[in-house]
T-cell receptor, first 108, second 114 residues
Framework: AQRVTQPEKLLSVFKGAPVELKCNYS??????LFWYVQYSRQRLQLLLRHISRESIKGFTADLNKGETSFHLKKPFAQEEDSAMYYCALSGTGTALIFGKGTTLSVSS | AAGVIQSPRHLIKEKRETATLKCYPIPRHDTVYWYQQGPGQDPQFLIS???????DKGSIPDRFSAQQFSDYHSELNMSSLELGDSALYFCASSHRDFHHNEQFFGPGTRLTVL
């Protein structure tokens, strides 16, 4: 079955601390993996996709097929990073399958 | 740049009533997706359309139907509303040849069923 698991519902860190939001997936094939972010009162927006292999706002994510993971990392969290983060995958169809999301709270 | 537009932003209905949600995709986008996000839940895929034809179907109840029109806007029709239909309904659009088929999301319509 296709599934995305985000084990942490809430992650609370201090400004400047490293951040890692975990994402594991289950898919029998070659999925495309994404991280979407939703800031307070704003729409869902794409943060990263694994095929791009780029860094956005200091965030990076590496697809580990052996561990079926796509964890999101940032070395130094900023207060403006506080938001809801969703890991998602797209398989043979183009519909996205989302994880349950992780709320990141960065405080000073 | 123009984004995905959804109408209305908020909607309050009573049980057994009907509701119609509208989605206006980004110009030149050929694919529209509908997602439902219940309170504290992740977005769940309902249905999608490519070039006005249904392209994929998810967990959409039989009470719901949707279509994409000639101008590419889409409508989600919901009948015999139930309390459990209260949710945020997102629409997203994409173009198969642009931005690696990235989905751009609208702000959502919040439906409350009383």
């Amino acid at each position: 079955a296709q599934r995305v698991t985000q084990p942490e519902k809430l992650l609370s860190v201090f400004k400047g601390a490293p951040v890692e939001l975990k994402c594991n997936y289950s898919y029998s094939g070659s999925p495309e993996l994404f991280w979407y972010v939703q800031y307070s009162r704003q729409r869902l927006q794409l943060l990263l996709r694994h095929i791009s292999r780029e860094s956005i706002k200091g965030f990076t994510a590496d697809l580990n097929k052996g561990e079926t993971s796509f964890h999101l990392k940032k070395p130094f969290a900023q207060e403006e990073d506080s938001a809801m983060y969703y890991c998602a995958l797209s398989g043979t169809g183009t519909a996205l399958i989302f994880g349950k999301g992780t709320t990141l709270s960065v405080s000073s | 740049a123009a984004g995905v537009i959804q109408s209305p932003r908020h909607l309050i209905k009573e049980k057994r009533e009907t509701a119609t949600l509208k989605c206006y995709p980004i110009p030149r986008h050929d694919t529209v997706y509908w997602y439902q996000q219940g309170p504290g839940q992740d977005p769940q895929f309902l249905i999608s359309f490519y070039e006005k034809m249904q392209s994929d179907k998810g967990s959409i109840p039989d009470r719901f139907s949707a279509q994409q029109f000639s101008d590419y806007h889409s409508e989600l029709n919901m009948s015999s509303l139930e309390l459990g239909d209260s949710a945020l309904y997102f629409c997203a659009s994409s173009h198969r040849d642009f931005h690696h088929n990235e989905q751009f999301f609208g702000p959502g319509t919040r439906l409350t069923v009383l």
